[in-house]
């Protein structure tokens, strides 16, 4: 696995190793990160279940100015760790060793105000993640024009609508490439 563009470039990322591991392939991180092009430069990065750090580490390498990763898996964590050093990004990257419903609860605790806010979590948890979109809803860790963006399997459907209230999110692009499918959400 590699950075695909930016000021990292052609750097190597490690991986977990295994069967088990299902890191968003390049190909899906290119066209993720086309899409985002004119969000990324200066934005606020979260990424949920960020296994390797691939699609942080990516944002930051095209521009994004803070990152956080949420993992709770110690050994992802570790090649988390492992990656930033290599990277030598200090204080711009920020690994956050808990589960994203926790993590996401620290940084809205820390007053961080994200722009974009990516989950991949496991396909079998895809319903837990879709809670954490929902708690999105109410909470003031996304900016008001943020984006949401959630990692799917094709043969999964993700929710129209995440949250309640005034203003819930609303799945405005759904994207298929192979098995997997990315679904953007913006407040309505």
Wanted: net charge positive.
């Amino acid at each position: 696995m590699r950075i695909i563009a930016g000021e990292f470039r052609g750097r190597l990322l490690k991986t977990l190793p295994g069967r088990d591991v299902r890191p968003t392939s390049d190909k899906l991180r290119g066209t993720l990160f086309n899409i985002l092009r004119n969000e990324l430069p200066g934005a606020v990065f979260i990424d949920c279940y960020a296994g390797s750090g691939a699609v942080g580490l990516e944002a930051v390498s095209r521009g994004a100015s803070r990152v956080y990763l949420i993992e709770n898996d110690a050994a992802a964590a570790r090649v988390i760790e492992q990656n930033i050093t290599a990277l030598v990004l200090g204080s711009k990257v920020r690994l956050l060793r808990m589960d994203a419903q926790a993590g996401l609860c620290k940084l809205e605790a820390e007053s961080v105000r994200a722009s974009i806010c990516f989950f991949d979590p496991p396909y079998a948890a895809l319903a837990e993640a879709a809670r954490n979109l929902d708690w999105l809803a109410s909470s003031s860790l996304m900016d008001p024009a943020g984006l949401l963006i959630l990692e799917h399997s094709r043969k999964d459907a993700s929710p129209e609508q995440a949250g309640a209230g005034a203003h819930p999110w609303k799945r405005t692009r759904l994207l298929h490439q192979g098995s997997s499918a990315l679904s953007f959400y913006r407040r309505q």
